[in-house]
């Protein structure tokens, strides 16, 4: 026992260690700088006939994550002695005036960033990119919640700081992690492994370092030092504001397109019919800086509309329109690449066929259910038996009966958006797991629900889920629903 916790401690102590040199080495290189912008604003202060207000430089500063930072860091650091918890260091700005701002932008120390556009990897734009479209979405979102917009446009840039500065200053380090394309738990675990913090620590421990406000800190994941409400509602928006920006690029996230069927409705409630439109408007104006200065990288920047996304990517290759192929191996990946290259307009009967009989069983679910909700009876059907079920009785279930719900995975997997998982169920045979998932996105057409031994769970446990989920897309795709 003594061991253990030794060991414990001496990886806390060596994480601890790791972060603060961390520290210091992304505070000595930080974030790229726009020059072509900061060349813009300083020709534009130096003329005398032009007229400043706080309003118009914070709107351009705001376009560039680098320098917007660098600017609230220098008046966090002269007004720390005040201030107040309950700030919204935005009104920094406003304090220092128009032209204290000229002189921080001014500076030639601005002149001196390592970091450069122009030979940026397509990882790093990415992390800007969602960097500005979860923002955006944060400054539309906070706006109709009673929150200052430009509160929540910082706190949201502020919860992609880490990302952004580890994309930046362990380039290496980061396109290897984010490439594996693996689920953003997993990622954060890889972050860890690989540097000694995960992006939000590295955010974290830089906020507390500025003393900034507990609203700040809890809206970036800490509950260390009690519950802030104002900070409970900024987290609640940065995490929908997270999820858009995650739909939007499906080309980086397995997980746009159901993320997107999630978060859709939610914009909708909250912004109205036009939300995707409020949230394309302000990624416009906050990604200017970027595309004026290098359309050739930053053309696209502010191309917000994951439906549009999600569909182009739909219509490209089977690893691209299945992403979660690549965790299949071996004659399952070879039949499932088969399966995606014969769907054709129609549902064809065969296409289900080989899914349940052939792919299913390759790898390595013994049994297993396709339930479909009969709008009628409101009762779910078992339609299609796959193999042979040891858990599972396949007979109709009220979706709505509240009382069968916590004992029938059938039912609550129908009313969840994630799969259900569970391992270890003894039965006469030894342990058997299963996983299930509702499917047809936002029409929620069924339930999926495949048995697999635990022993074969254990042997795959890393990639099963992942595979259930390549099964469960392919059904959507077989049967044409979107």
């Not at 290759?317 to 129609?346: A, H, T, V």
Request: net charge negative.
């Amino acid at each position: 026992m003594q061991e253990a916790t030794s060991s414990k401690n001496t990886k806390e102590l060596d994480s601890s260690f790791r972060l603060e040199r961390a520290k210091e080495h992304v505070l000595r290189n930080w974030l790229p700088i726009n020059h072509k912008l900061l060349d813009e604003l300083r020709q534009e202060l130096d003329n005398p006939e032009n007229i400043h207000t706080v309003d118009s430089l914070l709107v351009k500063i705001k376009t560039d994550m680098g320098l917007f930072l660098h600017c609230l860091q220098v008046l966090i650091e002269e007004h720390r002695n005040t201030l107040e918890s309950e700030i919204n260091p935005i009104n920094l700005f406003y304090t220092a005036g128009v032209e204290r701002l000229k002189a921080i932008i001014k500076n030639p120390n601005l002149d001196k960033n390592v970091h450069s556009f122009e030979n940026m990897s397509e990882n790093q734009v990415a992390a800007l990119q969602h960097a500005f479209v979860s923002a955006s979405a944060a400054e539309a979102i906070s706006e109709k919640q009673d929150i200052e917009s430009d509160y929540g446009f910082l706190v949201q840039i502020l919860r992609s700081l880490g990302e952004n500065l580890i994309a930046w200053n362990y380039p290496k380090t980061y396109s290897r992690i984010v490439g594996k394309k693996v689920s953003l738990q997993e990622i954060d675990q890889e972050f860890f492994d690989a540097l000694g913090f995960t992006p939000q620590l590295l955010a974290l421990s830089l906020i507390r370092d500025w003393g900034l406000n507990g609203d700040i800190c809890y809206a970036l994941g800490d509950d260390t030092e009690g519950f802030y409400k104002t900070g409970n509602s900024l987290r609640r928006i940065c995490d929908l504001s997270d999820k858009i920006a995650i739909a939007n690029d499906p080309a980086h996230y397995l997980n746009a397109k159901e993320t997107w069927e999630e978060v859709k409705v939610k914009i909708n409630n909250i912004l109205g019919a036009n939300g995707v439109g409020l949230i394309q408007q302000r990624v416009h104006v906050n990604c200017a800086g970027y595309i004026d200065s290098y359309p050739e990288m930053f053309g696209t920047f502010d191309d917000f509309n994951p439906e549009n996304h999600i569909i182009t990517l739909e219509q490209m290759d089977p690893m691209q329109r299945n992403q979660w192929i690549r965790f299949c191996s071996g004659q399952s990946k070879e039949l499932l690449i088969s399966l995606y290259s014969g769907f054709g307009k129609k549902v064809n009967r065969n296409d289900l066929l080989t899914l349940v009989k052939e792919i299913i069983p390759q790898i390595g679910f013994t049994g297993g259910c396709i339930y479909t909700l009969d709008q009628r009876t409101n009762l779910l059907m078992p339609r299609v038996k796959i193999g042979n079920t040891r858990l599972l009785n396949c007979k109709p279930l009220p979706y709505q009966d509240e009382l069968k719900r916590e004992s029938s995975p059938i039912i609550m997997a129908y009313s969840c958006n994630s799969p259900i998982i569970k391992t270890g169920v003894a039965d006469d045979m030894g342990y058997v797991g299963f996983i299930a998932s509702v499917f047809g996105g936002s029409r929620k057409v069924g339930v999926l629900y495949l048995e697999m031994p635990d022993s074969r769970f254990r042997t795959t446990s890393q990639y099963s889920v992942q595979q259930f989920k390549a099964i469960l897309q392919a059904l959507n795709d077989s049967l044409h629903l979107q």
